[in-house]
């Protein structure tokens, strides 16, 4: 059973259909993901959560096409993810920065634009995409306030505009898909709630869909449209959880009423997952 995250639309889903990974020797094989089945439609912002070990990472680098699955597949808007990552459909972020520490943050932003110039021509030939464009890396790095520090080098930065610069390089070849694995979790509270509104900012402004890896609650919370919730050894989908409040969010009382309903829906689903605490 695919799990629809909302109504579908033919080329415009990123689908997971029964998707399992091991790793480990043959005959000495760890499941690390069982039975993975989603969906979800263009421009949306989803979050995968769960506890550390119980296969987000590697449900990401299933999508992203950097390992397939044992069995299963895996549709990013009718492409495979071989196909939509050499045309530069999908961006990736990881948990670290991983800025090149010897260019410039503008340079930074600029490397995807730069890399694998081809890209923009398999795009066009593939179903699904959008029309292949670039997003100014000096606009992008204005609306993520470093206007300033365009020619600065990343060591120069604090760890919180380290990731605002890997954010604006994960938007500039506006990908279709943007895959996040925990890109804040090293933020203090602060610099992570700017850098979230940062981030919803051009997520609405440039309609990118996003799937987002935390293992924070709260996190997903306030930045999701769907929460999808994982249970760990094998990792499966244990519940799909859509934040039906109106954006922006974290406003007024009511909303961080509704918000705190959310969090506490989402723990009590982790909970009967098996997760002991989060
Ligand atoms: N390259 C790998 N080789 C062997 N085991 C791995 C590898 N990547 C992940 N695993 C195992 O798969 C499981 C899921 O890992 P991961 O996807 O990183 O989880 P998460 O991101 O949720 O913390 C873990 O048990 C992990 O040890
Ligand atoms: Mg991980």
Redesign the pocket.
């Known amino acids: 059973m695919v799990t629809e995250i909302d109504a579908p639309g033919s080329d415009d889903r990123l689908v997971v259909s029964g998707a399992a990974?091991s790793?480990?020797r043959p005959g000495a094989q760890?499941p690390?993901?069982a039975d993975v089945d989603f969906s979800m439609n263009r421009g949306q912002f989803v979050s995968i959560i769960?506890?550390?070990?119980?296969?987000?990472?590697?449900?990401?680098?299933l999508m992203a096409g950097l390992e397939h699955p044992d069995t299963g597949s895996v549709s990013i808007f009718g492409s495979t993810p071989a196909e939509a990552s050499a045309a530069k459909m999908i961006g990736f972020m990881p948990q670290v920065p991983a800025l090149l520490p010897w260019l410039s943050v503008l340079e930074n932003v600029r490397i995807p634009l730069k890399v694998n110039r081809r890209a923009d021509a398999r795009r066009r030939e593939l179903p699904g995409h959008r029309p292949p464009g670039t997003a100014d890396p000096v606009a992008l790095l204005t609306e993520l306030g470093l206007a300033d520090s365009v020619r600065a080098l990343p060591h120069q930065l604090s760890g919180g505009m380290q990731q605002r610069v890997a954010i604006a390089r994960a938007f500039a070849t506006q990908a279709d898909v943007l895959l996040m694995?925990?890109p804040f979790s090293a933020l203090d509270e602060f610099t992570r709630e700017a850098t979230q509104d940062q981030l919803l900012k051009l997520w609405q402004k440039l309609v990118t869909t996003v799937v987002f890896?935390t293992?924070s609650v709260s996190e997903a919370v306030v930045l999701s449209d769907t929460v999808v919730v994982?249970s760990p050894?094998p990792?499966r989908i244990a519940a799909v959880v859509p934040i039906d409040v109106p954006r922006p969010r974290r406003h007024g009382l009511v909303e961080a009423k509704v918000l705190h309903d959310y969090q506490d829906l989402i723990r009590s689903k982790l909970q009967s997952a098996g997760v002991s605490s989060s």
């Open positions: 990974k790793y480990g760890r690390a993901l769960g506890p550390s070990g119980c296969g987000k990472s590697t449900l990401l680098r694995d925990e890896v293992h994982m050894r990792g």
